[in-house]
């Protein structure tokens, strides 16, 4: 009798939809984000033979080389910074771009949507935090720079945040998903390998598991 293996995604998904059931909510309201970002392609594609569909990736070169000739039906997510420099290119390849933190930022992404004809859908990042080394707007600067990507007619779908190390996530979960609340998204992308089932009970709509899902990362 051969034993049942069951797979590193499988053991997440079910721990995620155990995390949604117990929080009063349907699993299938909370995506997994496979974050593919530093790992070799003999890691990645066992996992996306699982039909993961969703990717995310910290830079846009280095996503670009890996996707480039494997798109096809797949989400890719950049959840990285994003500096203007690259921003033609983030538009071109990427579906979601989580990580609109200032205005230049976010007049650059208006511009060049507005030139291909392209609009990738955006999350503003939140630096709950509030760490100095840490990309993402204030949460006290959120609701005026979301009512500014706005005006430029860039469509915001969510909030996203990295909570600071060492220190329990819950309370930057909830309050991104009171700043979220108060200014009508729906989304909202929180919760890592270590963390990802209190993101749930706080409400994530996705989860961006990395080392969980592909083991350690080699630097």
């Known amino acids: 009798m051969t034993d049942i293996q069951i797979s590193p995604r499988q053991t997440i998904l079910t721990r ?8 009063g909510r349907s699993p299938e309201d909370v995506a997994l984000v496979a974050v593919s970002k530093q790992q070799p392609w003999e890691a990645i594609a066992p996992v996306l033979a699982e039909r993961q569909l969703i990717f995310g990736e910290n830079r846009v070169q280095e996503a670009q080389e890996r996707w480039a000739d494997r798109r096809e039906g797949l ?13 033609r290119d983030a538009v071109a390849l990427f579906d979601v771009i989580e990580t609109l933190d200032r205005p230049k930022l976010a007049k650059a992404l208006a511009e060049e949507a507005a030139r291909q004809g392209r609009m990738p859908r955006l999350y503003v990042q ?11 707007v204030s949460p006290t600067l959120a609701d ?13 779908e969510g909030l996203m945040a990295i909570p600071p190390e ?11 998903a009171k700043i979220a ?39």
């Open 75 to 87: 989400e890719l997510r950049l959840i990285g910074p994003l500096q203007t420099n690259k921003v």
């Open 181 to 219: 609340a108060r200014n009508g998204l729906t989304k909202l992308s929180m919760g890592m390998s270590g963390d990802f089932e209190t993101a749930i009970a706080h409400g994530a709509t996705s989860v961006r598991v990395g080392s969980a899902l592909f083991g350690a990362r080699t630097y």
């Open 126 to 136: 939140v630096n709950t935090g509030e760490e100095p080394q840490k990309a993402g």
């Open 144 to 156: 005026g720079f979301i009512a500014e990507c706005r005006a430029l007619g860039l469509p915001i």
């Open 16 to 23: 995620m939809a155990s995390a949604a059931r117990t929080a």
């Open 166 to 176: 060492g220190v329990p996530p819950g309370m930057h979960f909830a309050l991104l």
